[in-house]
């Protein structure tokens, strides 16, 4: 997965600093050896390190070998003599080199390191404090905690999903707007538009909007304390044990949000991060201190100390995160000295002034310290995606703690379900062993029965149209619906590195499969879920098919025998980070184009979740993000509550009995009308909410048999998309279409639906005793006719 824009910082100064930081010559010091440890690039299997120190000659050519030093990192100590530093290049002993784009890397004495072009003081594989022998099993993961609110249970397949970004989508007190140090540079403030405009407060204001859309179900960004520049989006979790307070107001708090919704039917699905914290770390696990000095230069950045005073999100304070003063315990090599750098501005930079994973900032006890090199490697998992994102070591317990342990509080509010940011980030096994075991227990020790239904749906970014991500199967989507099949060593570290090198060994070819998400003929069977570890995920494949409904259709069914159950997935044409084919804008298909996506994603296996505002095609062809360089509004995460201000009120899933203002306007939308219409439709047959499907003796070009039978349910639907399908070796039996009410009745085993036009379904229910059809639901709408 590539450096998603919604988390850039925009500050000029502050990203010279980081380049500095980054490149910074050690100082000299007086030192007899020097300890390179170097960042493996992919595809290199031998590394060589070619060197000379300081007025000294250099090694022969290829230079010497250097050794495994742990998981991505090779290392090699080096005699220095009387020299102080040397120069250093590597190569692949075939012609390959890295010699830091012709200049040398000029490293220093003592542990150094080389990553991704980068150069860094430290031992990235030296832990603060020594590993257990076996990584204990954080707690609690069964006990119940307090209660605040009750989740509202149900299977997750029968709803829909409706995407906001809280912080966009609508205001409901303009008193927690908060525009922050990239107001103005961004544009924002001439569009007199704050970063964090919306908040629960409009959100609750807002959902018989949603309700009367026919949704059931609300992902959420995230919702705890964020810190950095421009962090509206909630991936920036600073304190996980806190609301961001910029979200929230009196009466309308998070579990206001979480009580009016469930009141209203609705569940709360929260956007949850594991793999990182912000670049100033997790207050109550780990929190850096940088070097700042508030001299004529520098007096304009950090704030003065104040006793007492910590960063709440509502105010710019930085005085608690910098000292000029060494601290206590610092890991951080050549403290304060200056780099020798400057500034965009032409301000003096000192080490240690910026976050950074190489610098020994940060403690391996708790965070990771590299970058990663290859996205499809194992360090891609276990090093930092972005400078914004500090990468948490989700192999020691006490990190496992912070997080199960936080996370736990919003089980205890009683939110519905977690959309994991960044899942892949992540080795499974950490996911089996700990995280996703934790959910679970703790979700059924407080919630009972309810707690059984929680729902997670984790992002496991693949942006290929591969079925594997180019040949990795640890990358791929489908392999984290999967528990482990073999034993790994008890310390969760060794436990990640054998886990990646024996799945990588076995390659696609040989993962494990499931006939789950299919029908036996035309019967149901039992789904085998005891091979499932309890993580569902958003269906890449299909996300970047979806320029085209049949392209999404084609591979969406070529992946299904390889997730554990794919009726389980997460479906999406576009989101806030990408549209079909990595496009970085909004979906801008064209509303026809539109209308047919819906209507694959409402009746194919599947959860179907919209992007707020895909329903009036918010921001069609708007760049989707581009960070604090230009304006919020210009963009496909702008602000939506202008469309949808004024009243709404919803009698039903997809009904509106009333709409005043300019919300009545949007709500007249083709597309409105057309996924209203649809949900009604799902919500009303059980085969396309939970059932498997079969293109069997199916003729169509986007047509499938869908069947869902359970207790005294059994729902059997044929569904033809777009252009006319016939289906043959059906059972006999009445038929009746759900969006005409045409009846056919069956007696030879072969059904034909006419239908044409883009957009447009056939959705032909068999009448079964006690199960009969539902007949006509809605009226023809602009696509539904």
């Not at 707690?451 to 997670?456: C, I, T």
């Not at 984790?458 to 989507?477: P, Q």
């Not at 359970?710 to 759900?738: C, E, K, M, Q, R």
Request: net charge neutral; aromatic share 12%; with cysteine.
């Amino acid at each position: 997965m590539k450096v998603r824009s919604r988390k850039r910082l925009g500050m000029a100064v502050v990203l010279a600093m980081a380049a500095a930081t980054f490149g910074f010559v050690a100082a000299a010091s007086a030192a007899s050896s020097v300890t390179v440890y170097y960042q493996r690039p992919s595809g290199w299997t031998t590394v060589n390190i070619h060197y000379a120190p300081d007025g000294g000659a250099w090694t022969s050519v290829p230079g010497v070998a250097m050794q495994s030093a742990c998981t991505g990192w090779l290392s090699r100590t080096v005699d220095l003599g009387a020299a102080s530093g040397l120069q250093v290049v590597f190569n692949n002993g075939s012609g390959v080199w890295d010699n830091n784009n012709g200049a040398n890397y000029h490293l220093g004495s003592g542990d150094v390191t080389v990553a991704a072009g980068r150069a860094g003081t430290g031992n990235p594989c030296a832990p603060a404090t020594p590993p257990p022998t076996v990584a204990p099993t954080p707690t609690p993961t069964a006990t119940p905690g307090t209660p605040t609110g009750s989740p509202l249970g149900g299977d997750p397949r029968e709803d829909s999903i409706y995407f906001v970004m809280t912080a966009r989508f609508n205001d409901g007190d303009s008193t927690n707007n908060r525009g922050g140090t990239q107001h103005v540079k961004s544009g924002n403030a001439a569009n007199d538009d704050p970063m964090f405009r919306g908040d629960f407060a409009g959100l609750i204001d807002k959902l018989d909007y949603i309700k009367g859309l026919g949704f059931s179900a609300i992902w959420i960004t995230p919702v705890v304390l964020n810190r950095s520049d421009y962090d509206y989006h909630g991936y920036h979790g600073w304190d996980f044990y806190r609301i961001d307070s910029r979200l929230e107001t009196a009466g309308g708090t998070y579990q206001d949000l979480i009580d009016k919704a469930h009141g209203k039917g609705i569940k709360i699905y929260q956007d949850v991060v594991y793999n990182h914290s912000s670049r100033w770390g997790a207050k109550g696990l780990f929190t850096p201190t940088v070097y700042g000095v508030r001299d004529s230069q520098w007096s304009w950045y950090y704030n003065e100390k104040v006793n007492g005073q910590e960063y709440d999100g509502r105010t710019p304070y930085n005085g608690d995160l910098w000292s000029t003063t060494e601290p206590v315990g610092n890991t951080c090599l050549n403290w304060g000295k200056p780099t020798g750098g400057r500034s965009a501005e032409g301000y003096t930079l000192y080490t240690c002034q910026w976050p950074s994973p190489t610098s020994g900032m940060f403690p391996a006890e708790f965070y990771h310290r590299c970058w990663i090199g290859n996205w499809e490697g194992e360090d891609a998992r276990s090093c930092w995606i972005h400078e914004d994102l500090a990468d948490f070591n989700t192999e020691s317990a006490p990190v496992q703690n912070y997080l199960i342990n936080a996370y736990n509080r919003y089980i205890d509010m009683g939110v519905d379900g977690f959309r994991v940011d960044t899942a892949v980030h992540i080795p499974r096994s950490t996911w089996n062993r700990r995280f996703l075991p934790a959910i679970q227990q703790h979700a059924v020790a407080t919630h009972g029965d309810k707690g059984k239904d929680f729902y997670v749906f984790g992002e496991v970014a693949a942006f290929v149209h591969d079925k594997w991500n180019r040949g990795s199967v640890n990358h791929s989507a489908q392999f984290f619906t999967w528990k482990e099949r073999k034993e790994y060593s008890p310390d969760d570290i060794r436990a990640a590195a054998e886990q990646f090198e024996y799945e990588n060994l076995m390659g696609p070819g040989n993962q494990p499969t499931s006939t789950n998400a299919f029908l036996n003929g035309n019967s149901y069977h039992e789904p085998d879920h005891s091979k499932a570890s309890g993580m569902n995920v958003i269906d890449m494949r299909m996300h970047m098919n979806f320029g085209e409904a049949s392209n999404a259709f084609g591979n969406g069914k070529d992946s299904d025998d390889s997730y554990n159950d794919a009726t389980y997935n997460t479906v999406y044409v576009d989101s806030h980070d990408y549209g079909p084919n990595k496009s970085s804008t909004r979906y801008a298909g064209g509303t026809d184009a539109w209308a047919e996506n819906m209507s694959l994603m409402w009746t194919f296996r599947g959860i179907p979740t919209l992007y707020y505002g895909s329903e009036i095609e918010f921001q069609a062809g708007k760049p989707i993000d581009c960070g604090p360089t230009c304006p919020l509004a210009t963009t496909g995460r702008a602000y939506f509550g202008d469309k949808i201000a004024g009243s709404v009120t919803a009698s039903g899933f997809g009904v509106v009995s009333g709409a005043s203002g300019a919300v009545a306007s949007t709500l007249e939308q083709p597309l409105v009308k057309h996924v209203q219409r649809l949900n009604r439709i799902r919500r009303a047959i059980p085969a396309l909410q939970k059932g498997q499907y079969s293109t069997e003796g199916v003729a169509g070009s986007m047509a499938f048999k869908r069947r869902y039978t359970a207790g005294g349910v059994d729902s059997f639907v044929l569904v033809a998309a777009g252009g006319p399908a016939t289906f043959t070796g059906i059972p006999n039996g009445t038929y009746v279409d759900a969006v005409t009410g045409d009846t056919k009745v069956v007696g030879n085993g072969t059904l034909s639906a006419s239908v044409s036009g883009k957009g447009n379904l056939r959705v032909y229910v068999l009448d079964l005793p006690g199960n009969p059809a539902p007949g006509r639901i809605g009226v023809a709408g602009p696509y539904l006719k």
